[in-house]
């Protein structure tokens, strides 16, 4: 059903689809992806931290031992970025974090007290719910074109497949690796996708 549902949502004609990277950003892309974020007026989708593959999700928002958490890599790795955007001077603007237990982790990791939980955010397999995921969707799209200030930078912490099926495609794991930040510019109906930095890529460049 959930397999199924995803391929009616990316059925959908996406209008004005931007162009996407088949990799995640090196070089000098990464260095431009890091001016921007530097910069402010984009929102960036950070992907959860890694996760514990051993566990599984039951679609219970409640219940954290039946959701697919952090793993110890995966808490370590959403310290050391927050850690990160500090030494590079992101200025940050709205942390929204979806209520899946791996996302919000990773925002109270990487960024304390600032994330605020946005419903909107939840990953596709906790909304059972069909229209409701088709309006998360469209939020999504929207919000990434969105900015809430031209001088910062929102960061909506999240999941792979909504935001594939917010593209119109889906999202290879090696294309939008857990921990990395896809950085969009602002558009309509969906902002313009600039490209996605590793974790790791990240750190090199705050050097930390």
């Not at 059925?11 to 990799?23: D, I, K, N, S, T």
């Not at 593959?53 to 050391?80: H, P």
Request: charged share 20%; hydrophobic share 50%.
């Amino acid at each position: 059903m959930l397999r199924m549902r995803r391929r009616v949502l990316l059925a959908v004609p996406v209008l004005a689809a931007r162009p996407v990277h088949a990799a995640t950003a090196q070089g000098a892309e990464a260095g431009a992806l890091v001016a921007a974020l530097r910069a402010g007026g984009v929102v960036a989708v950070m992907r959860h931290g890694i996760t514990d593959r051993s566990q599984v999700d039951t679609g219970d928002l409640a219940n954290r031992a039946g959701q697919r958490n952090l793993s110890e890599a995966g808490r370590a790795q959403s310290v050391r970025t927050g850690r990160a955007v500090e030494a590079l001077g992101i200025p940050l603007g709205e942390v929204l974090t979806s209520p899946v237990f791996r996302a919000l982790d990773t925002a109270d990791l990487a960024f304390g007290a600032r994330r605020v939980v946005e419903m909107n955010m939840t990953a596709d397999d906790y909304t059972p719910d069909a229209d409701l995921l088709r309006r998360r969707i469209a939020w999504l799209r929207a919000r990434t074109g969105r900015p809430s200030s031209p001088r910062t930078t929102d960061i909506l912490v999240g999941h792979i497949h909504p935001l594939g099926m917010a593209l119109g495609r889906g999202l290879a794991q090696a294309e939008f690796p857990e921990g990395s930040f896809a950085v969009f510019a602002p558009g309509d109906p969906i902002g313009r996708l600039l490209g996605i930095i590793a974790a790791d890529t990240l750190w090199a460049v705050a050097r930390v």
